[in-house]
């Protein structure tokens, strides 16, 4: 890396300078994945808020209720798009393929989220993630009722909601610090291991 393009414009902080407690929560991804993201090393400057976001995070993301891990990675690349935000468009693209066990589908919705070919249940979540990311005040009952009418449950229209919400703040935070998605999300999901 040069200082030309750094990962953030903040600075970051290294998986070993970071406070114990990260440290244990984030070496298990590390290792998993051969890699710490950057949005950890950058937001690892502010301890705090990092704790906030892996627990908002992971209790939207991890859940095994509602929504299926994939679908959820498809709010977010779908949301990120809308959001022109290139570190989560690349970073949860990639987790997307991997999920989904589809290699393209993450470039698909990031390109054109509003007319990617998808099924009614995909389409109505895409939709629905679009619509709360780009103007929310919009959000009628009629468009929960077209969710309902594809199959969606209330919990699951709420974990699009929450995540939408998650990831339009992520998104900016993002944006603000001119975050660069690491080199080895690009590859991801693309071919079998």
């Not at 991890?62 to 570190?87: D, I, M, P, Q, W």
């Not at 103007?135 to 468009?143: F, I």
């Amino acid at each position: 890396m040069s200082d030309e393009h750094p990962v953030s414009r903040f600075g970051i902080v290294e998986l070993e300078d970071l406070p114990e407690d990260l440290r244990e929560r984030l070496e298990p991804i590390a290792q998993k994945s051969g890699f710490v993201p950057n949005i950890f090393r950058a937001l690892g400057r502010r301890p705090a808020e990092l704790r906030a976001f892996l627990d908002y995070h992971d209790a939207l993301m991890e859940s095994s209720e509602g929504l299926s891990k994939a679908e959820r990675e498809l709010v977010v690349v779908a949301t990120s798009g809308a959001n022109h935000c290139t570190y989560c468009i690349v970073a949860h693209g990639a987790i997307l393929r991997v999920r989904a066990k589809d290699p393209e589908i993450a470039d698909r919705v990031a390109a054109n989220p509003y007319a990617v070919e998808l099924s009614q249940r995909e389409r109505a979540i895409v939709d629905l993630a679009l619509l709360i990311s780009t103007d929310s005040a919009a959000l009628t009952e009629a468009e929960l009722d077209n969710a309902r009418a594809a199959g969606l449950t209330d919990e699951e229209i709420w974990d699009i909601g929450s995540i939408t919400a998650l990831f339009a703040m992520s998104n900016r935070l993002a944006h603000l610090m001119a975050l660069r998605p690491n080199s080895e999300f690009y590859l991801l999901g693309r071919q079998p291991r």
